[in-house]
């Protein structure tokens, strides 16, 4: 059961309204086990993924403490040190009514680029951002959900692998490349206890679907700086790869290693290295063409499968989304056609995602014709 519900359910829907893409309980693990036993060094209340104008995405932190001993300048300084270690930008410690904050903590605070707020004052916030606490129809808000959802893993325990690199893993490497590899990686991991006839499972493909897009926005937009115009398929193939793995030395190494694995044969192609590459180049080349919407997109992979799993129809959230980013319904069908590809999970995992990305397209046209 989830503590500070009510805190976390305004940071939720704050995002959303937003439109940036929220995880809760995020496990942050040491940078190098030394121990057999796995151990969590704390946790993440709320991270939530902003688009930025180009480039890396930003990434923001709600820390929400509903108990009335709270220290919030304390409070402010540990989460400058969880916000170094995710790689985020701006952090907001929102307290009980009953803690006493300072003029002199908010402005020591905001140095470490941290907010504190009451959670009185979330509403006010919002909207000075152009946002609200106060959305319609959407499941992702939803912490009972949440609390659902996360607990899939205890309930499927096969699939724990997955869930211990979603909830934690893969919110503190660095590097996209990595990011995105490992995440077809997991998901490929758990591929024969993945059922789709189960909406947990459903919801499990959402969100490593979600995941996969997410990385792949902050692929594009690094690699449309570097390819503003690509004069070759050759140039945008080596580009892209050499930016999956994390650079070109990397790359090689890796195709050493697959040389090795294959019985030493000399060979530069592509195709062994990553599952289904010629698919991925042609997806990645499609989401060029608007690589703003694809965050957009991995926000619908979410609210997709959580609608899924508790058996809610289509959310109006869904349909925003839909109206809003035209492409975002695209990107979530050709990804959701890869990724079950690329993790060779059952076909009716992208046939669901595909089915819901068309119906909701098929809806923002007709609305956009009757305007």
């Known amino acids: 059961m989830l503590k500070d519900r009510a805190q976390k359910a305004m940071a939720l829907r704050l995002s959303l309204s937003k439109r940036w893409l929220p995880q809760l309980e995020i496990e942050i693990e040491p940078s190098t086990r030394l121990e057999r036993s796995r151990s969590m060094l704390t946790d993440v209340d709320v991270l939530?993924?902003?688009p930025a104008p180009i480039g890396r995405h930003t990434r923001i932190i709600f820390d929400c403490k509903s108990g009335a001993r709270e220290s919030a300048i304390g409070r402010a300084f540990w989460l400058h040190g969880v916000m170094t270690k995710t790689l985020t930008s701006h952090g907001f410690v929102v307290l009980n009514q009953k803690v006493k904050i300072t003029h002199d903590h908010r402005i020591s605070a905001s140095d470490l680029g941290v907010s504190l707020?009451?959670?009185?004052?979330?509403?006010?916030?919002?909207?000075?951002?152009?946002?609200?606490?106060?959305?319609?129809?959407?499941?992702?808000?939803?912490?009972?959900?949440?609390?659902?959802?996360?607990?899939?893993?205890?309930?499927?325990?096969?699939?724990?692998p997955y869930h211990g690199f979603s909830r934690s893993g893969f919110w503190t490497i660095k590097d996209v490349g990595e990011q995105c590899r490992k995440t077809v990686a997991r998901l490929r991991a758990i591929r024969t206890e993945l059922d789709p006839a189960k909406p947990e499972h459903v919801a499990i493909f959402g969100d490593a679907l979600c995941l996969f897009l997410l990385t792949l926005s902050e692929i594009a937009n690094r690699l449309y700086l570097v390819l503003i115009r690509p004069e070759s398929h050759q140039e945008f193939t080596a580009s892209l790869l050499a930016l999956l793995y994390g650079g070109y030395e990397n790359l090689e190494a890796a195709l050493k290693i697959r040389r090795l694995t294959i019985g030493g044969v000399?060979?530069?192609?592509?195709?062994?290295?990553?599952?289904?590459?010629?698919?991925f180049e042609n997806l990645v080349r499609e989401i060029l063409q608007a690589p703003q919407q694809v965050l957009a997109a991995s926000l619908?992979?979410?609210?997709?499968?959580?609608?899924?799993?508790?058996?809610?129809?289509?959310?109006?959230?869904?349909?925003?989304?839909?109206?809003?980013?035209?492409?975002?319904?695209?990107?979530?069908?050709?990804?959701?056609?890869?990724?079950?590809?690329?993790?060779?999970?059952?076909k009716e995992?992208?046939?669901h995602y595909a089915d819901k990305a068309l119906l909701l397209s098929s809806s923002a046209l007709s609305l956009k014709s009757i305007r």
């Open 48 to 50: 939530s993924v902003a």
């Open 117 to 160: 707020l009451h959670e009185n004052e979330v509403e006010n916030l919002a909207q000075c951002m152009g946002g609200t606490t106060d959305i319609g129809s959407a499941v992702t808000g939803d912490v009972d959900v949440w609390d659902e959802f996360l607990s899939v893993g205890s309930k499927y325990p096969s699939t724990t």
């Open 266 to 279: 000399a060979t530069e192609d592509s195709l062994t290295i990553f599952p289904e590459m010629e698919r």
């Open 300 to 346: 619908l992979a979410r609210e997709v499968g959580f609608a899924s799993m508790v058996g809610a129809g289509v959310t109006a959230l869904e349909n925003e989304i839909a109206a809003e980013s035209p492409y975002s319904t695209k990107y979530l069908l050709l990804a959701a056609e890869y990724l079950q590809m690329a993790s060779r999970a059952p």
């Open 349 to 351: 995992f992208a046939s």
